[in-house]
């Protein structure tokens, strides 16, 4: 169950004539999401994604629909949000900041193949050059900052062994981050949440990444990892599948092409990118928050990642 607030079609009919949909015909409400309310709407002008978000407030929700504006003004395949007749994204509904956007066609891809990463990873290397001149800067909420605060509330939860490894992890990541090689990455908006799930494909055919409410500035790179991490693995044992790997490497670098620092940069922005997830599902685990993560995610599969990562780590690309 992933519908909070709920929404009858009555309410949605003396809503609706601020935007120019036309009058709306039907709602569904959408099982699978976790965090907002999430419903399919059937409008005259055809069927839209309304969302009343649970958590996320009226500052903060620019940033992300107009992002999203951005990118679909820009030829990126994402939802693209509707404005009202006052030009706002995002206006009120039960008492909540809501907003419609298109809709996607299609499904996840939950068992990718080497095509589907070619296509995620062509489709994030244009998002980040299309997002280079978008004009709101806000930083990745879940960032080196938040890992330095957060890590210390959760250690009295783990084992010695992972109380050990996410002090080393965060020092390790702070002192990277103080680097040179670290600092002439390419920063931007990135979308930090791109997996499986929050893509979707008709057939092979991306049709769109959404899910944009972890979005935020940060590393190019960071973002690339965290997909890697997610759509380029067994997701029994974490291993990277390198025919996968390689496929969306290169056709995110035939996009936008890759740096020397982003090379050298690479091992730690994988394991960034393990680490994030881990952190936030221990904390997620131990100190749920109201009406989110109905089952929170399982916490040891971006531990071993992390572990793997550490471990080795392939190149980034070859330089011939
Ligand atoms: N723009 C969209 N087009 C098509 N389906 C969407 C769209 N946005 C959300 N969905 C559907 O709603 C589900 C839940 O959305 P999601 O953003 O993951 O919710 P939450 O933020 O609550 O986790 C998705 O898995 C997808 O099936
Ligand atoms: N992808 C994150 C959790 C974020 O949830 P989402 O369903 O909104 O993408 C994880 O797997 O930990």
């Known amino acids: 169950m992933a519908v909070f607030t709920s929404v009858s079609l009555q309410d949605l009919t003396q809503w609706m004539p601020q935007f120019p949909l036309g009058k709306a015909t039907a ?28 958590n996320l407030n009226f500052e903060q929700l620019p940033f992300y629909l107009k ?20 030009g706002e994204l995002c206006v009120a509904l ?15 891809q939950l068992a990718p193949q080497a095509v589907h990463c070619a296509e995620v990873g062509a489709m994030l290397a244009r998002m980040h050059l299309a997002a ?29 062994d992972n109380r050990r490894l996410m002090h080393e992890e ?34 092979e055919k991306l049709t769109g990444f959404f899910d944009f409410y972890f ?3 940060d590393t190019w790179l960071f973002d690339v990892a965290v997909t890697i991490n997610d759509w380029c693995i067994d997701l029994e044992t974490g291993v990277l599948d390198m025919p996968r790997v390689d496929a969306m490497l290169a056709a995110y670098h035939e996009v936008r092409p890759f740096t020397q620092a982003e090379q050298i ?13 881990w952190l936030s599902r221990v904390f997620d685990f131990y100190k749920p928050r109201d009406a ?5 995610h399982d916490p040891t599969h971006f531990e071993r990642i992390l572990r793997l990562r550490i471990a080795s780590a392939p190149t980034l690309f070859s330089s011939n």
């Open 27 to 54: 709602i569904r409400g959408i099982a699978s999401g976790i965090e907002n309310s999430n419903f399919f709407i059937d409008t005259e002008k055809g069927e839209y994604v309304l969302t009343i978000f649970e």
């Open 67 to 86: 992002l999203m504006r951005h990118l679909a003004d820009r030829g990126v395949l994402v939802p693209a949000p509707i404005a009202n007749q006052n």
């Open 94 to 108: 039960q008492g909540k900041p809501a907003a419609i956007v298109s809709k996607l066609s299609g499904t996840s």
């Open 132 to 160: 280079q001149d978008f004009s709101i800067r806000q930083p990745n909420l879940r960032g080196l900052t938040w890992w330095q605060e957060t890590a210390p509330k959760v250690l009295e939860f783990l084992s010695d």
């Open 170 to 203: 965060v020092a390790f990541q702070t002192a990277f981050a103080a680097t040179d090689t670290y600092q002439a990455l390419q920063n931007g908006p990135v979308h930090a949440d791109l997996f499986r799930n929050n893509v979707m494909f008709d057939g």
């Open 215 to 217: 979005a935020g500035c």
């Open 265 to 277: 940069a690479w091992q730690p922005m994988l394991r960034a990118a393990a680490f994030r997830f």
């Open 292 to 296: 989110e993560m109905l089952t929170p």
